[in-house]
């Protein structure tokens, strides 16, 4: 009996000193991690600096990634002085210019009125900023009665004498393939009268009648659409291209062109 005592009074001892053990060396690892987690996160004799100038910029730096991202960054500089961006030499250039890259953003805004075309197509860079003509493009009308698209070969007539760098815009690519693959370019028509209605371009443009009357301002339009135009004729609502408001139209110059039916309708 003394015997089993003075076993378990032993093992007793040695527990009591196994557990001082481990809280004394608990202690250490816990002082050391303090210590070292303290001076990790000492600042070193430049972090003040760096550190204001995160702050200062907020800690986003907006790095250019293409030419047309470029001039967008210029311009959200000039607006916002204090933001600071990165223009990589490779992106430093002038070409494709800043209205290039926007026209054709607009051009193919899923947001503005009007269908997507193959390419972002914008009439208000070419006939607006650039006054190219109408009759220049859509070559023929005041001759013939349809006014047509222009070829692809006059596109080309035009882009291929520009820098390589207007490749970046996609729709030049596009255009470019087209013309290599002698391909023509399916627009998705805007303007359409119906089979029984016979319209002639060549008869209103010799009369007077700008292309705007019927198309709207097209040299104010990235994205080409059927700009509304109504008006109230006989106490009915008449809308662009239906045969009330065309009729209007003929009234309103003069008596120019007849309003006899036969005059659309053979």
Same mark, same amino acid.
């Given at each position: 009996?003394?015997?089993?005592?003075?076993?378990? $009074?032993?093992?007793?001892?040695?527990?009591?000193?196994?557990?001082?053990?481990s809280f004394l060396l608990g202690s250490v690892s816990v002082a050391a991690a303090a210590v070292l987690a303290f001076w990790s996160g000492w600042p070193g004799a430049d972090a003040g600096s760096v550190?204001?100038?995160?702050?200062?910029?907020?800690?986003?730096?907006?790095?250019?990634?293409?030419?047309?991202?470029?001039?967008?960054?210029?311009?959200?500089?000039?607006?916002?002085?204090?933001?600071?961006?990165?223009? =990589?030499a490779e992106f430093d250039k002038q070409w494709p210019s800043a209205s290039a890259c926007q026209s054709a953003i607009a051009a193919w805004d899923p947001e503005a009125p009007g269908p997507i075309q193959?390419?972002?197509?914008?009439? +208000?860079?070419?006939?607006?900023?650039?006054?190219?003509?109408?009759? %220049?493009?859509?070559?023929?009308?005041?001759?013939?009665?349809?006014?047509?698209? =222009?070829?692809?070969?006059?596109?080309?007539?035009?882009?291929?004498?520009? =820098?390589?760098? %207007?490749?970046?815009?996609?729709?030049?690519?596009?255009?470019?393939?087209?013309?290599?693959?002698?391909?023509?370019?399916?627009?998705?028509?805007?303007? $359409?009268?119906?089979?029984?209605?016979?319209? $002639?371009?060549? $008869?209103?443009?010799?009369?007077?009648?700008?292309?705007?009357?019927?198309?709207?301002?097209?040299?104010?339009?990235? +994205?080409?659409?059927?700009?509304?135009?109504?008006?109230?004729?006989?106490?009915?609502?008449?809308?662009?291209?239906?045969?009330?408001?065309?009729?209007?139209?003929?009234?309103?110059?003069?008596?120019?062109?007849?309003?006899?039916?036969?005059?659309?309708? %053979?």
């Amino acid at each position: 009996m003394p015997e089993r005592i003075q076993t378990e $009074r032993s093992n007793e001892s040695s527990n009591l000193k196994a557990k001082r053990s481990s809280f004394l060396l608990g202690s250490v690892s816990v002082a050391a991690a303090a210590v070292l987690a303290f001076w990790s996160g000492w600042p070193g004799a430049d972090a003040g600096s760096v550190n204001v100038a995160n702050a200062a910029s907020g800690g986003d730096i907006r790095v250019a990634t293409s030419v047309c991202d470029a001039h967008a960054l210029r311009a959200q500089q000039e607006e916002d002085p204090e933001l600071e961006i990165e223009i =990589p030499a490779e992106f430093d250039k002038q070409w494709p210019s800043a209205s290039a890259c926007q026209s054709a953003i607009a051009a193919w805004d899923p947001e503005a009125p009007g269908p997507i075309q193959p390419i972002p197509f914008s009439h +208000k860079h070419h006939a607006g900023e650039f006054k190219i003509d109408c009759l %220049y493009c859509h070559a023929g009308t005041d001759e013939s009665q349809a006014a047509g698209v =222009p070829s692809v070969e006059v596109c080309m007539g035009c882009h291929s004498q520009f =820098p390589a760098e %207007y490749d970046e815009i996609e729709g030049i690519r596009i255009l470019k393939d087209h013309w290599e693959q002698k391909k023509p370019i399916e627009w998705v028509q805007i303007h $359409r009268l119906p089979e029984y209605v016979q319209f $002639r371009h060549n $008869r209103h443009i010799k009369a007077g009648v700008q292309c705007q009357t019927c198309h709207g301002p097209v040299e104010e339009l990235d +994205k080409l659409h059927l700009v509304p135009d109504s008006h109230i004729g006989y106490l009915v609502p008449v809308a662009k291209l239906e045969m009330g408001w065309c009729i209007n139209c003929h009234r309103q110059n003069n008596q120019q062109a007849s309003q006899d039916c036969l005059t659309c309708h %053979y």
